[in-house]
């Protein structure tokens, strides 16, 4: 059965529109009440509801649709008939969730303060964990019908047909799902599991007492997560970014052993699961539901852990330009050049949708469509959250979120979650809502080649050095934060969770050793790894919230690597084909497991090359860098 949202509710060149009429360009608004942006750079929640009153009135229909699927509880064997109808029932729940959800998450998102919105979403929670307990039966009595008769039911009932991968999968994983009492009680789990996050987070965020530091200027500053890395991407002093460093590091060595024993609480939840349902490893509870083959994770880590010379090449490059003695981690972002070019949002509009031109005629209109509507929040607001996210409603379509400010950073932002959005709308378009969402492992796959499309044609349109540096370092630059780093995360998870796994002692010092190990492993004599950043584990938010995850960003990554270059080398034919193999693969949904689905399009994540092919990519960036770099004056 698809999961419902559950626990899990968890992106200068003008293009010339379809209708001969150029954009005009307004610029960023000055002001941050979100009352006095412009209506058209705001979300409208009405294609989800009108009102509130709507809202409450499908929040009753969906409980009382709820409790009329949990009465269904012992039919599935009537036959047929009866199998179809409770899917029928689920996605009616499924569709109205998204709706219920997502009309307080949206607002909340772009009003944080309001504790109105925030009552409201919660309670959209506790009614989707009643309903994930009173449904545990499910899939234990659907396993009960033998598979040769469920089989037989898909043959002779054509409305089961787009429900055959949701219900056979079950079969695939059979040995994993435990009798209704068994399932009932890791449901029951499920309300305190979250505990170890749900402290992560407190810890992290609500009791959290940041430093205060006086910097070289005399600006004394308190470092939050947002000002430290204020003071690591613009402040030139490298004395100045050590201190920042030093305190902001220290916040974290401070309250390690804590950070430590939740770490431990989370993998002890983890592998406490993956035994409960008769997983070897963790790993393997963690990607079994996708089918994803544990050997994806271990060829990725090896290959890449081989192939860190480019990172090393980039590390001493950057050192070399910025005329540093020596280099550190903290010095990583800091600009070499600087840049004046700014990227108003409806330009940036235009220049992204130019950039996916070589994706066809139809999909451009409707992505000239989705930009031109109401369904994305541009700009910053008091209250807002930060960073840039898109959130699908299946039946209307998807949300964006941004916060932009103009600059090349932000231009690249749109063209990363514009690919989300139109991979949201080309699946919605094409699967039923059973087969509509897309996997993690796809996910950011449409992103970040949207990505190399609008880094593609700014390069083909400037022959200045400096200009055509900075747009090579931006590609390098997420070669190094999508590809190497979460590559070194998932090393570190992986050696953390085989801890757990042998009942070894997880602490403070055993953590701190793994991580700056693989700092030293990655980054060789490149870069001074200073002691203090032993500590970085206790800071990255996806090991706590996500275990096992970060991985999927370096084969997403190295799965556009590939397609892009599919679709834009080579003969005509070639191309075009790959294009159409790609199209299909947004348009696939999750209609078939994942590795499938990359094969299909011309991927495969099982072989070293598929991987090799990025840090191949990765040493003629920088040689292109370091080419560009002998030409500016």
Same mark, same amino acid.
């Given at each position: 059965m698809k999961k419902l949202l559950l626990g899990a509710l968890a992106a200068t060149v003008h293009l010339m529109l379809a209708s001969g009429a150029v954009a005009a360009s307004a610029p960023k608004p000055s002001t941050q009440n979100r009352a006095e942006i412009p209506a058209q750079y705001r979300w409208d929640?009405?294609?989800?509801?009108?009102?509130?009153?709507?809202?409450?009135?499908?929040?009753?229909?969906?409980?009382?649709?709820?409790?009329?699927?949990?009465?269904?509880?012992?039919?599935?064997?009537?036959?047929?008939?009866?199998?179809? &109808? $409770?899917?029928?029932?689920?996605?009616?729940?499924?569709?109205?969730?998204?709706? !219920?959800?997502?009309?307080?998450?949206?607002?909340?998102?772009v009003e944080t303060r309001n504790q109105e919105v925030a009552g409201r979403f919660q309670r959209v929670g506790a009614v989707f964990a009643k309903f994930g307990t009173a449904t545990a039966w499910f899939t234990p009595e659907l396993l009960k019908i033998p598979q040769a008769t469920m089989e037989q039911w898909i043959r002779d009932t054509p409305a089961l047909a787009p429900y055959k991968f949701t219900i056979l999968d079950n079969y695939r994983q059979q040995q994993h799902v435990l009798d209704e009492q068994g399932e009932r009680l890791l449901s029951y789990a499920s309300r305190f599991n979250q505990t170890?996050?749900?402290?992560?987070?407190?810890?992290?965020?609500?009791?959290?007492?940041?430093?205060?530091?006086?910097?070289?200027d005399g600006a004394a500053i308190t470092l939050t997560p947002g000002t430290y890395q204020s003071v690591l991407q613009t402040n030139h002093n490298q004395a100045d970014r050590a201190k920042a460093f030093d305190a902001f590091i220290g916040t974290y060595a401070a309250t390690a052993n804590t950070y430590a024993a939740i770490y431990n609480g989370v993998m002890q939840k983890g592998?406490?699961?993956?035994? $409960?349902?008769?997983?070897?490893?963790?790993?393997?509870?963690? +990607?079994? &539901?996708?089918?994803?083959?544990?050997?994806?994770?271990?060829? +990725?880590?090896?290959?890449?852990?081989?192939?860190?010379?480019?990172?090393?090449?980039?590390?001493?490059?950057?050192?070399?330009?910025?005329? +540093?003695?020596?280099?550190?981690?903290?010095?990583?972002? =800091?600009? =070499?050049?600087?840049?004046?070019?700014?990227?108003?949002?409806?330009?940036?509009?235009?220049?992204?949708l130019q950039s996916v031109a070589p994706l066809g005629a139809d999909y451009t209109a409707k992505y000239q469509k989705f930009l031109s509507g109401q369904q994305i929040d541009v700009y910053e607001n008091e209250g807002k959250r930060s960073g840039a996210n898109v959130g699908g409603v299946y039946g209307v379509g998807p949300y964006m979120l941004l916060n932009h400010n103009d600059t090349q950073s932000?231009?690249?932002?749109? $063209?990363?979650?514009?690919?989300?959005?139109?991979?949201? =709308?080309?699946?919605?378009?094409?699967?039923?809502?059973?087969?509509?969402?897309?996997?993690?492992?796809?996910?950011?796959?449409?992103?970040?080649?949207?990505?190399?499309?609008?880094?593609?044609?700014?390069?083909?349109?400037?022959?200045?050095?400096?200009?055509?540096?900075?747009?090579?370092?931006?590609?390098v630059d997420s070669i190094v934060g999508t590809f190497y780093t979460q590559v070194l995360f998932a090393d570190f998870e992986l050696q953390a969770h085989k801890l757990v796994e042998a009942g070894k002692p997880v602490t403070a010092a055993v953590l701190n050793r793994i991580y700056l190990q693989l700092l030293k492993d990655y980054y060789g004599d490149a870069v001074t790894v200073d002691e203090a950043y032993?500590?970085?584990?206790?800071?990255?938010?996806?090991?706590?919230?996500?275990?096992?995850?970060?991985?999927?960003?370096?084969?997403?990554?190295a799965s556009s690597a590939k397609l892009f270059k599919d679709m834009t080398t080579g003969e005509p034919a070639a191309r075009a084909a790959a294009t159409q193999r790609?199209?299909?693969?947004?348009?696939?949904?999750?209609?078939?497991?994942?590795?499938?689905?990359?094969?299909?399009?011309? !991927?495969?994540?099982?072989?070293?090359?598929?991987?090799?092919?990025?840090?191949?990519?990765m040493q003629e960036l920088v040689s292109q860098m370091e080419a560009e770099a002998a030409r500016i004056r």
């Open positions: 929640f009405s294609p989800i509801y009108a009102s509130w009153d709507e809202w409450e009135a499908a929040m009753k229909a969906i409980e009382a649709k709820m409790d009329a699927f949990a009465a269904r509880k012992g039919t599935l064997k009537n036959g047929p008939a009866a199998l179809l &109808g $409770a899917y029928l029932a689920h996605d009616e729940i499924g569709m109205l969730e998204y709706k !219920v959800y997502r009309y307080p998450q949206l607002q909340r998102d170890p996050t749900a402290t992560f987070q407190e810890l992290s965020t609500s009791d959290i007492k940041f430093p205060k530091v006086t910097l070289s592998w406490f699961t993956a035994q $409960a349902r008769n997983f070897p490893t963790t790993l393997d509870a963690a +990607l079994d &539901g996708h089918a994803i083959p544990p050997a994806v994770v271990s060829t +990725l880590v090896e290959t890449v852990r081989a192939g860190t010379a480019p990172l090393q090449r980039y590390a001493k490059l950057r050192k070399k330009l910025l005329g +540093l003695e020596s280099y550190h981690l903290y010095d990583g972002s =800091i600009p =070499i050049y600087k840049t004046t070019a700014r990227y108003p949002y409806d330009d940036a509009k235009q220049t992204v932000a231009l690249f932002t749109l $063209a990363h979650e514009g690919g989300h959005a139109m991979h949201t =709308i080309l699946s919605y378009e094409a699967q039923p809502f059973v087969t509509a969402d897309y996997t993690i492992f796809v996910a950011e796959v449409a992103s970040t080649t949207n990505e190399r499309f609008l880094l593609n044609q700014l390069l083909q349109t400037t022959t200045d050095p400096k200009e055509r540096f900075l747009l090579l370092q931006h590609a032993q500590y970085t584990w206790s800071r990255i938010p996806h090991f706590f919230n996500s275990p096992y995850y970060v991985y999927q960003y370096a084969t997403c990554f790609y199209l299909a693969l947004l348009r696939s949904g999750g209609n078939d497991h994942p590795m499938v689905q990359l094969q299909k399009a011309g !991927v495969d994540l099982s072989r070293r090359e598929t991987v090799q092919a990025v840090i191949d990519q």
